[in-house]
């Protein structure tokens, strides 16, 4: 059975394009359900819905078979952790 690595993906760029929509790039992710952190929304319908909100990385990488894609990791995302804190350090530059 092969390695499945969770919260993860990969995309490609499309080799064939039927018709000028389809997608220049697709690919897959690998979601372990217990890291979705699961909330309760309502649309602008008034529809109850529940949603999972991810953030994401890329690297480009290279395949064996020489094809350039991109490399995903999935991360789950918590509003209340989303403002980026200011962190002091001390001044060392001479310059200043």
Do not use: C, R
């Not at 080799?15 to 309502?42: A, C, R, W």
């Not at 995903?72 to 200043?96: A, C, G, M, R, V």
Request: proline content about 6%.
């Amino acid at each position: 059975m092969p390695k499945v690595y969770t919260n993860s993906g990969a995309v490609f760029k499309n080799q064939i394009k039927n018709k000028p929509t389809s997608p220049d790039y697709s690919g897959s992710f690998i979601v372990k359900m217990d890291d979705l952190k699961v909330e309760n929304h309502v649309d602008e319908h008034g529809n109850e819905m529940q949603i999972a909100e991810m953030k994401f990385s890329g690297w480009k990488k290279e395949s064996k078979k020489g094809s350039t894609f991109i490399s995903l990791s999935l991360n789950t995302y918590e509003k209340e952790n989303t403002k980026p804190q200011k962190i002091e350090e001390p001044n060392d530059d001479p310059f200043e």
